[in-house]
Structures are given as structure tokens and as C-alpha cells.
């Protein structure tokens, strides 16, 4: 009986995968892309955090070791370039986005899908690239 579980366990996560596994783990930031028009960060502290990490999990989000409540993670779909100039005071060029992003609501800030295992996150005024860390074998 137990195997019986484990199987229709096991096929109900491969049927139904997580619809938030493309945000939750942990993300390295690689890069700083741009700022926002105003920004509450200088350019060389936004360049300190290039190598940081933002770990995004269901119960909670922690940013350079900065926890956020827990996110509500949800996601809406938007012109790029409308979006950043009328949420941000931003300009899409320098970002490498989509015309059309999906935008990840994460409490504390957000995130927009940028690829598999990539996402731009936007902390303090700056945007910055970012990508996914494998998982670690238990």
C-alpha cells in the first residue's frame, strides 16, 4: 500500500508541477543593468551586490541576508517598456527584456522572468540580472 502512495504521490507532482518553480531558489545577482530615476542606493553600492544572493522561498524572501514577509508570488503579464516607465521612471532598453514580460510579485520587490533559470529583480532603484542557483543534492 505504501508503494501505491509513494506512486500516486509522485504522479501527481509530475502531472501538476509547481507553478512557482521558476522563482523559488536561490538566485546569485550577476550583473547591475540600470536604475530606476530615483534610487536609494549610489552606484557603487548597487555594484557591491553583484555576487549577493536572494533566496525566494514560499514562507519568505531574503535578500543579501534583508528577510522580506511572505510572498504573495503573484504574477501579471505587461507591456515591458509601459511597465518600467510608468512603475519605475525606467527605461527598458539596458534591461534585455521581452516585449512582454511576466512580472512576479515578491512583497518586497519584484521580479520579471527573463529566461530559464534568469530573472531581473529590482532592489533600492536598481535593476539587476540575475540567475538561478541548481538545487543542492541531498
Known sequence: MTALTTLAAHSAQTAHPDKDADILGTWTLTKVLDSADIASLTDEQAAALVGKTMLVRRDGVVFNGEPCREPELTRHREDAAKY???GY???VGYLGLPETITVIDLDCTEAVLKGKGKIVVFWSGYFF?????PPTKR
Request: net charge positive; glycine share 0%; no cysteine.
Open 84 to 86: 518600467m516607465r510608468e
Open 89 to 91: 521612471h525606467a527605461r
Open 129 to 133: 540580472d540575475a540567475m538561478k542557483k
